[in-house]
């Protein structure tokens, strides 16, 4: 069993900054990457940003240049730090975490943290 905790989700004004975090920890064998995801009111599910174990990173256009992702591997967290954040940020955020074991991936969600952007 994978357990992921997040934290840091709450509500910010047009403007603002936040930062989440997310605590991997169970039967973790290789992590293979670590991520944000997000889901807006009525819509799909989407990256934002995601972290290798060796330091490459993703990030969706809508938050380059004011998101960023990094990653504590001793104690297999994720952070992300999001700033000027705007309305359209506002959704769920997820937490996801790639390990494989055997050659084979498995993908693993936290139970999402609302981020409410207000203008």
């Known amino acids: 069993q994978v357990q992921l905790v997040e934290s840091g989700g709450g509500s910010v004004q047009a403007g603002g900054s936040l930062g989440l975090s997310c605590a991997a920890s169970?039967?973790?064998?290789?992590?293979?990457?670590m991520g944000w995801y997000r889901q807006p009111p009525g819509k799909q599910r989407e990256l934002v940003a995601s972290?290798?174990?060796?330091?490459?990173?993703n990030y969706a256009d809508s938050v380059k240049g004011r998101a960023t992702i990094s990653r504590d591997n001793t104690k297999n967290t994720v952070f992300l730090q999001m700033n000027s954040l705007k309305p359209e940020d506002t959704a769920v955020y997820y937490c996801?975490?790639?390990?494989?074991?055997?050659?084979?991936?498995?993908?693993?969600w936290g139970q999402g943290t609302q981020v409410t952007v207000s203008s």
């Open positions: 996801n975490l790639r390990t494989i074991r055997y050659g084979v991936m498995y993908t693993h």
């Open positions: 972290i290798t174990g060796s330091g490459s990173t």
């Open positions: 169970g039967s973790i064998f290789s992590i293979n990457s």
